[in-house]
């Protein structure tokens, strides 16, 4: 009997979907023009056919839309100098590989110059590990992306992430039914449940969660914990019925991914950047218009700038609040004009004034601090 969630795009499916997409299109802008990436290998290990039966876009149509939009604009802009994308999407069930086949073609969304689609049907646990061989082999110039969305989480673990994020070319979104995982871990531990989490931390180690949000978080801190500082570790919480939460986890070891990944996330949760949450009475996922909420952001950097910091540590800092950029230049901004804020050059000379250079750009190209805050 097939599952229905296997056939139909349900609403937390549509936002994971959306999530992916927002993120991907950043993701493709860049890959498509810089001069130091030629080739971009991505990789969506649970593919599923496309277009479900109820008229819904899975993750292989919403990507190749993104990346024929990236790359016509890139090739406007650029000629033909754009990166080349190879696409692998696997599925184990062949009937589902069938229909994306013949999805995408009748879409008529792929085109050769773009790159190349190549269509496996492998389990997932003979097709990681030759994805991480394909990885480790990658020259300088190629990056990769790979989309895990598995049917449950009983055949994934976390080593094979980290097998996948060790070349340090590659970015990880891998989903969890996290609702079902805490659930069950309230009711003693099922097998599936503590091989999942035995393979990050020993069970003795693993902290008690009160609620289903503290099971995600717990998740992060120990997902964060075993890859180390040089990889940073992100969520986002789909929150469907009350007290279900699902949730979106990515890796990166470049922080300016980490960056656009954020940016993704706040562009879908304008108030707090940290999930989604079903509204009955929106017809539109995406509609609400509403102000950051950056109080909490506030509180723990005013604690930083306790200490006199640069700008280039204002930026990291930003980013491992879950902030952008520009919240914390709209803090600074009013804390200046209240005159609490201590802004100064390297030579000791007062920065001129707004001038907070709390960017990536800023972060990659300043080899010398530019600025140093502190607070009186």
Known sequence: MKKKSQYNLFVHSEVKVKLLGTYLRRYFNIMSNTPFVSEVHYFDMFSGPGIYEDGGQGSPMIILRELKEAHF????????????????FNDIKEEKIGLLEKNIKES?????????????????????????????????????FIFIDPYGYKDVRF??????????????????????MFRFSENGTP??????????????????????????ENLKLAFQ????????VDSFIISRDKNQFFCLFFFTSHIYGFDR?????????????????????????????????????????????????????LYVFTLKQGHLPRHCGQILKKWQDDGILVA?????????????????????????????????
């Open 261 to 313: 990944m954020l940016d993704a996330k706040w562009e879908i949760d304008a108030e707090d950047g940290r999930g989604w949450k079903f509204n009955a009475g929106s017809s539109d996922l995406f509609s609400q218009i509403l102000s950051p909420n950056t109080s909490k952001f506030e509180h723990a950097l005013r604690e930083y700038l306790q200490q006199k910091r640069s700008n280039r540590d």
């Open 159 to 180: 080593s094979e992430i980290r097998d996948l994020l060790s070349n340090k070319k590659s970015e990880v979104l891998l989903f969890l039914p996290t609702h079902f």
């Open 108 to 144: 008529k969304v792929h085109y050769p110059e773009i790159g190349t689609i190549d269509y496996s049907t492998k389990n997932y646990k003979d097709l990681c590990p030759e994805v991480v061989a394909k990885l480790k082999e990658l020259p300088r110039n190629e990056k990769a």
């Open 344 to 376: 100064t050059l390297p030579n000791g000379n007062p920065a001129r004034k707004s001038a907070f250079y709390i960017s990536w750009d800023s972060y990659k190209n300043n080899q010398e601090l530019k600025v140093h805050f502190s607070l009186k």
């Open 73 to 88: 604009s890139s090739k406007s802009r650029n000629g033909d100098l754009s990166s080349r994308y190879h696409c692998v």
């Open 191 to 216: 097998e599936s449940l503590y091989n999942f989490v035995n393979d990050i931390v020993p069970e003795n180690k693993w902290p008690k969660s009160e609620t289903g949000l503290d099971f995600v």
């Open 225 to 232: 914990e075993n890859l180390g500082s040089d990889f940073f």
